[in-house]
């Protein structure tokens, strides 16, 4: 049941990080936003990967052509995840795109069945419909604030989201390492990956955004610290169990989402959440049962 515990984990680090991201993109890019989740979440990562062999040895990791692929693939395709999300920030119905974006779990579903034999049960198939109903409900999704080029965004970023997971899990796979050191490779390999590609661009291309990462370099650094607790939570997660049953799961970002508003933010839950969040912890508990 450890994939349940560092589920909820992810799911709580990532209502922060959004949160706080959605704060920066206010001020910087959204190249500059992106790299902010990774830039210091590397050095992050490389000290939970040290602990991990002091408290518990293992064998190295032995490179190869699988690992490496899936790797590069799952860094790619989650920078352009997070620069849609960032996009769908700056949008008028941004919650709908939002909800939208957490079709990853139904997607994650799919797609692992079709190309990477992921099997679901019947009690794991309702939980990830009955997930996906409840995000659109959260999102206040309608035909009258539907938007298409906000709705092509969020399920843009939701598959890419989902092919993120399914790499990561395959790389996990790959490396032939027992847990949590696969998990902790992965992670490491990724954001290094992530962070050289974002920096050049930045470098290259944006020069001026380093003035505004330094300048708002207290609330960088804790979009580094939530997103690499979440990523620690999301890889483990995914290492152990079914990515459409991690995502399912990690739909109770939506309950901590409420709650930071409400006590940070001050801003009363409505009904419409009351019935989502009640169709979430449905989902989830169909998800763990299976």
């Known amino acids: 049941m450890?994939?349940?515990?560092?589920?909820?984990?992810?799911?709580?680090?990532?209502?922060?990080?959004?949160?706080?991201?959605?704060?920066?993109?206010?001020?910087?890019?959204?190249?500059?936003?992106?790299?902010?989740r990774f830039i210091f979440?590397?050095?992050?990562?490389?000290?939970?990967?040290?602990?991990?062999?002091?408290?518990?040895?293992?064998?190295?990791?032995?490179?190869?052509?699988?690992?490496?692929?899936?790797v590069v693939s799952a860094s790619v395709m989650q920078i352009v995840a997070t620069a849609l999300m960032v996009i769908l920030f700056k949008q008028k119905s941004f919650a709908i795109g939002a909800g939208l974006a957490k079709s990853e779990a139904?997607?994650?579903?799919?797609?692992?069945?079709?190309?990477?034999g992921s099997a679901l049960t019947f009690l794991g198939w309702?939980?990830?419909?009955?997930?996906?109903?409840?995000?659109?409900?959260?999102?206040?999704?309608?035909?009258?604030?539907?938007?298409?080029?906000?709705?092509?965004?969020?399920?843009?970023?939701?598959?890419?989201f989902a092919l993120t997971s399914l790499w990561v899990r395959e790389a996990s796979l790959a490396s032939s390492l027992p847990f949590p050191h696969s998990a902790g490779w992965v992670l490491v390999w990724v954001l290094s990956c992530q962070t050289v590609m974002l920096s050049l661009y930045l470098t290259f291309k944006e020069a001026h955004s380093w003035l505004v990462i330094k300048?708002?370099?207290?609330?960088?650094?804790?979009?580094?610290?939530?997103?690499?607790?979440?990523?620690?939570g999301w890889f483990s997660a995914m290492s152990l169990q079914h990515v459409a049953y991690v995502k399912t799961l990690g739909q109770i970002e939506v309950f901590f989402t409420i709650l930071i508003s409400a006590l940070w933010l001050k801003a009363p839950p409505k009904k419409r959440d009351t019935f989502g969040l009640i169709l979430i912890a449905i989902a989830a508990s169909l998800v763990m049962m299976s």
Not at 129 to 154: E, R
């Open 41 to 70: 979440a590397l050095p992050l990562a490389g000290i939970y990967l040290y602990l991990l062999y002091v408290f518990q040895p293992a064998p190295q990791l032995q490179l190869n052509s699988h690992f490496l692929g899936y």
């Open 106 to 116: 139904i997607v994650a579903a799919i797609l692992g069945m079709i190309f990477f």
């Open 126 to 160: 309702v939980g990830v419909l009955i997930g996906a109903l409840a995000v659109l409900i959260l999102s206040g999704f309608s035909l009258q604030n539907f938007n298409l080029k906000t709705a092509a965004l969020g399920l843009a970023c939701g598959t890419c």
């Open 215 to 232: 300048q708002k370099l207290p609330l960088t650094l804790l979009v580094s610290l939530t997103s690499c607790i979440g990523s620690i």
């Open 2 to 36: 450890g994939w349940i515990l560092f589920t909820c984990l992810a799911a709580f680090s990532q209502a922060w990080r959004n949160a706080l991201q959605s704060k920066l993109s206010e001020h910087a890019s959204v190249a500059a936003v992106t790299l902010a």
